[in-house]
């Protein structure tokens, strides 16, 4: 069974520092991951999607890259603002084309003192 | 483009009540899922559909029932609440392309007592 491990549950880093969210899975056989942002009381925000085929993927300050045979990924947000304390969620999916399922880490909830 | 909306956005039930969360989306997804989301827990998938007039099971589908009648709309039901079942609901929706990220609705907070 896919089991999503997502350590610090918590992290606090001060304004302007670059920091790194950490994801690893069991099972290397994974189609993508993806990272979700979720703010308090909110749904889910697509972030970055890596396909297994892929290394990294980049948007704005955003970077994340896969290692499929260590079952890691990295989220790596530089140049940290308060507007990106939130908690970050990663999830891989494990099969595709009708038998979907993403599975969730239990998620790294960032807060950045200003 | 309103993307993934649910419908409600809070509710109380006593123990035995039934009742209906709706989600509906309009981007034309083929795929939507029902998750619920506990704390220490992540999100765990309850039921999904993968078209029109199709649903499947998920990681945890007891005490819930699915229908997908319109595209559009996914009908998530508890027939008898109970307190276990008081979480946060989320629905989301992608194309049938894991190239594609799921969408996720705002979520449904429900309490039973």
């Known amino acids: 069974k896919q089991e999503v491990t997502q350590i610090p549950a918590a992290l606090s880093v001060p304004e302007g520092e670059n920091l790194v969210l950490n994801c690893s899975f069991t099972d290397s056989a994974i189609y993508n991951l993806q990272w979700f942002r979720q703010d308090p009381g909110k749904g889910l925000t697509s972030l970055l999607l890596?396909?297994?085929?892929?290394r990294e993927q980049t948007s704005g300050r955003l970077n994340a890259s896969l290692d499929k045979s260590s079952g890691r990924s990295t989220l790596y947000i530089a140049a940290s603002q308060p507007g990106d304390s939130a908690t970050y969620l990663c999830?891989?999916?494990?099969?595709?084309?009708?038998?979907?399922?993403?599975?969730f880490g239990t998620g790294t909830r960032l807060t950045i003192i200003p | 483009n309103a993307g993934v909306t649910q419908t409600p956005k809070f509710r109380v039930l006593k123990t035995g009540q039934s009742m209906t969360l709706l989600c509906a989306q309009d981007m034309n997804h083929e795929y939507m899922y029902w998750y619920r989301q506990d704390p220490g827990m992540g999100l765990r998938l309850i039921h999904y559909?993968?078209?029109?007039?199709?649903?499947a099971k998920g990681e945890v589908p007891d005490g819930y029932n699915v229908s997908r009648l319109k595209k559009q709309n996914f009908l998530l039901g508890l027939e008898s609440a109970a307190p276990s079942q008081t979480s946060v609901y989320f629905c989301?929706?992608?194309?049938?392309?894991?190239?594609?990220?799921?969408?996720f609705g705002p979520g449904t907070r429900l309490t039973v007592t």
């Open positions: 559909s993968v078209g029109e007039g199709t649903t």
């Open positions: 890596i396909q297994s085929s892929q």
């Open positions: 999830a891989v999916l494990i099969s595709n084309f009708g038998n979907e399922k993403l599975t």
């Open positions: 989301a929706s992608s194309y049938p392309d894991p190239a594609h990220e799921q969408y």
